[in-house]
């Protein structure tokens, strides 16, 4: 399950973007700018860590119910041939 590997990639970098226009901006100093940018991209990785287990683990239960739907629609169908017969 690949689909949303970037996710939190692009989501670190969207904030990181978004921070740092923010702070350069209102003129923070070096440091504070560093640390500051530093929090909020760890912060916004780990977010984006579990918005991706968490999308990874609706398209797993989608898909496997589509599987199972598919089994008993074969399965009722055979069971159907197997008594014309």
């Known amino acids: 399950m690949n689909k949303f590997r970037n996710l ?19 003129r923070y100093s070096l440091v504070n700018f560093m640390w500051v940018l530093i929090a909020v991209m760890a912060g916004f990785y780990i977010c984006g860590v ?22 008993e629609e074969q399965e009722q169908k055979e069971g159907q041939e197997s008594v014309e017969e």
């Open 8 to 26: 939190p990639a692009l989501i670190t970098l969207l904030a990181g973007f978004i921070t740092s226009v923010i702070m350069i901006v209102h």
């Open 50 to 71: 579990l918005i991706r287990f968490a999308l990874n683990k609706v398209v797993q239960n989608k898909e496997e119910k589509e599987n199972t739907t598919e089994a």
